[in-house]
């Protein structure tokens, strides 16, 4: 419904906030629409807020400071379960924060009430301004709107100053950073996932008070599970590996299937182009190689699927060699997605062929002398 941040149902042995009509220590929590009161003035935010990190913290104390100053009250409109899971992206989703935790941590920075949108297909198919008619005015009676430097309405991403002519007042907050680090709950999360708390907690403006939560992929199966994890490295260099090189590939519309989703039979062609990277690296490229009488053909492939790639994602491609070669090389592949999830694994042979005889040899002496500038033993 905007651009989205994140959501987790509360881990075993917590309770949901007691959403619909109930006071909790200055914060009223309401779950829907359907048995708002009348609001006083009421200055409104929509977002997930996974985390309540500190750009969203300059998004909340502006809210609270608009509602004092027109004599008002603070209203955060949240999401649940997480549009991504309700659309069907949600797997391997891992988010900071239980519902409860991000109520209390909205309570603590002062706002009044809080809003938990069921968020299904139906709702997510709502425009942006069929929302804020519907809903931000007509449920809500919201008369001001604090919004994100890039904020989105509705499945058509209207832009927030599209609601002025709906006669709301917008008022825009810019980016957050900290020391030149931008602050969103993704790259939060990719430090907790790589166990770089204290970095994480540099970001969140809190203690990480809880391990991520690994979200199922549809809402379902989420309903009342809450499968925890600790933070770790994600993304490592295996203790066998002695030369390894990561690059940088994006998910191309051509590449994926009805559901946007990246076709397995692109991941070999990946594993061409990393190759094709790492001897770049290293000074050379297969056409050099072919010049100096020397063939490369594939004799087996490997691929194992392990998570879904989705159209327009920026996956690294990291190709390993764990030995040197002999009569043959062997190549293998680690790809992850934007998050640093291990969605593919897999492992190239090639020989080594004469130009001229078409008969196989050993790898020649240069292309060893190649590798041995970055061999790691």
């Known amino acids: 419904m905007e651009k989205s941040e994140d ?39 929509v977002g997930s807020y996974d985390g309540v990190h500190l750009g969203h913290r300059a998004l909340i104390d502006r809210l609270t400071a608009e509602a004092r100053a027109v004599g008002g009250e603070s209203v955060v409109l949240t999401f649940d379960p997480h549009p991504r899971i309700t659309l069907g992206r949600g797997e391997g989703l891992r988010l900071l924060t239980t519902l409860d935790e991000k109520v ?25 301004e069929e929302f804020a008619r519907r809903y931000l005015i007509g449920k809500v009676g919201a008369e001001t709107l604090v919004a994100g430097y890039d904020h989105r309405f509705g499945h058509d991403r209207i832009d927030c100053d599209r609601l002025a002519a709906l006669g709301m007042r917008v008022i825009r907050v810019d980016e957050r950073s900290v ?10 999360r990719r430090l907790v996932e790589a166990g770089r708390i204290a ?30 994890i600790r933070p770790k490295q ?11 090189h990561d690059c940088k590939i994006r998910v191309w519309y051509k590449h994926t299937d009805q559901m946007a989703i990246c076709h397995h039979s692109n991941y070999i062609c990946y594993y061409e182009a990393a190759r094709s990277e790492l001897l770049r690296e290293l000074g050379m490229s297969f056409a050099e190689v072919e010049r ?3 063939m490369m053909p594939i004799l087996e492939v490997q691929s194992k699927y392990r998570k ?11 190709i390993i060699l764990r030995e040197k070669p002999a009569a043959r090389i062997n190549f293998f592949y680690e790809i992850y997605n934007e998050r640093g999830e291990l969605i593919n694994t897999g492992m190239t042979q090639l020989g080594f062929i004469h130009s001229d005889t078409r008969r196989p040899c050993r790898c020649p002496e240069w292309f060893l002398a190649l590798l041995d500038t970055r061999w790691q033993e």
């Open 308 to 318: 879904p790639a989705y159209f327009d994602e920026l996956l690294t491609v990291r």
């Open 179 to 188: 020391e030149g680090e931008h602050v969103s709950s993704t790259a939060i």
């Open 234 to 244: 994600r993304i490592t260099k295996r203790t066998t590996t002695m030369l390894s």
């Open 7 to 45: 959501k987790r149902i509360p881990a075993e042995g917590t309770s949901r906030p007691e959403c619909g009509n109930t006071e909790r220590r200055g914060i009223r929590v309401f779950r829907g629409f359907d048995a708002l009161p009348r609001f006083v003035r009421p200055v409104v935010t």
């Open 104 to 128: 209390a941590l909205l309570r603590g920075l002062g706002v009044d009430n809080v809003i938990v949108i069921p968020f299904d297909r139906t709702f997510s198919a709502l425009s942006g």
């Open 199 to 228: 970095e994480a907690e540099r970001l969140l403006g809190h203690r990480f008070r809880a391990a991520v939560q690994e979200t199922p992929a549809t809402a379902d199966r989420m309903r009342g599970e809450a499968r925890r």
């Open 292 to 294: 100096r009488g020397i």
